[in-house]
């Protein structure tokens, strides 16, 4: 089941699987990746329990192995509406018996969109329905159409909202943390220019950068901004090795598993440890000229 939420700046289309935002589009321009699964098939996912890969698919929790896939379960799952406006939505997933195979939590997750003018306020709030810590992250992954209107791919490129200077997490080759950093050199302090070679080596993700970044040409007015106080990473992606028309710009909370060994949940970095009775509650802000 898909929702239209119109404003009157904004046409956004959600879906109840992953409560995912399949399209947003301002006069007539399409913002959202649509999805061809020659790149990537998605459109905007969110990532929970965990972000990015377990080293083989596998994580300890309590002398127990548990299987996890890809950025957790959430994505795949279907959403509960609860709320199904013109300017605001509202969805839930609660644990089952499938979800609770792979993470043995009693939990509920709820995704929030509130339009406000040529803004998308997305709320995310994880709720410990259990007995016990839970630990949990989250992160999102929305794919933009590169170029929005006119120019080529490396026309464009993402704009920090203020001077910075990110520290790049290394990644091993099969895309696991190592648990390095290096320094990633910003043109002008502020600038990342897009080319396809960019991705060779898969994701460019960054710690320690302004909060804020845009998306933007000067062949064009076009422009999405993303503003993510809430969110300590940020990853650049689109797939590698292709001329891929699109690139994700995705704020997170944690990262993927040190390579070589399993993650023990407990312990795990980046982890929002939530007490039984608790939430945790974070949010960003998408807004589209």
């Given amino acids: 089941m898909i929702h239209i939420m119109d404003n ?3 046409i956004v289309t ?3 699987t992953g409560a995912e935002i399949v399209s947003v589009k301002r006069s007539d321009c399409e913002y959202i990746w649509q999805g061809d699964p020659q790149f990537w098939a998605d459109h905007a996912p969110f990532m929970f329990p965990i972000c990015g890969r377990l080293f083989e698919g596998k994580y300890k929790l309590d002398g127990k192995i548990y299987d996890m896939n890809l950025h957790g379960f959430a994505r795949r799952m279907k959403f509960e509406p609860l709320v199904l406006e013109s300017n605001c939505s ?3 997933l609660t644990s089952t018996p499938e979800t609770k195979a792979q993470y043995p939590f009693d939990f509920e ?3 929030r969109y509130k339009l406000v003018g040529n803004r998308i306020i997305t709320q995310a709030e994880i709720k410990n329905l259990g007995n016990s810590v839970m630990p949990a992250t989250f992160g999102a992954h929305p794919g933009f159409n590169v170029p929005l209107d006119c120019g080529s791919f490396s026309d464009w490129y993402i704009e920090f909202s203020e001077e ?3 520290d790049r997490v290394l990644l091993s080759d099969s895309c696991l943390n190592t648990g390095k950093r290096e320094a990633l050199p910003l043109e002008n302090g ?3 220019r897009l080319e396809h070679t960019l991705f060779d080596n898969d994701a460019i993700f960054m710690a320690r950068m302004a909060d804020e970044v845009t998306l933007r040409s000067a062949k064009s007015s076009r422009e999405v901004s993303l503003k993510y106080s809430d969110m300590p990473y940020l990853g650049i992606w689109h797939k590698p090795h292709t001329a891929a028309p699109y690139v994700c710009i995705e704020p997170w909370c944690g990262l993927p598993a040190y390579d070589g060994e399993y993650d023990d949940m ?3 970095n980046d982890m929002f440890r939530i007490i039984p009775g608790s939430k945790k509650e974070l949010s960003f802000e ?3 000229k």
């Fill in 8 to 10: 009157g700046e904004l």
């Fill in 14 to 16: 959600v879906s109840d």
């Fill in 90 to 92: 509202e969805f839930v």
């Fill in 109 to 111: 997750l709820f995704i």
């Fill in 164 to 166: 910075c200077s990110p």
């Fill in 190 to 192: 502020k600038i990342l």
């Fill in 266 to 268: 407990n312990l795990k």
């Fill in 286 to 288: 998408l807004s589209f």
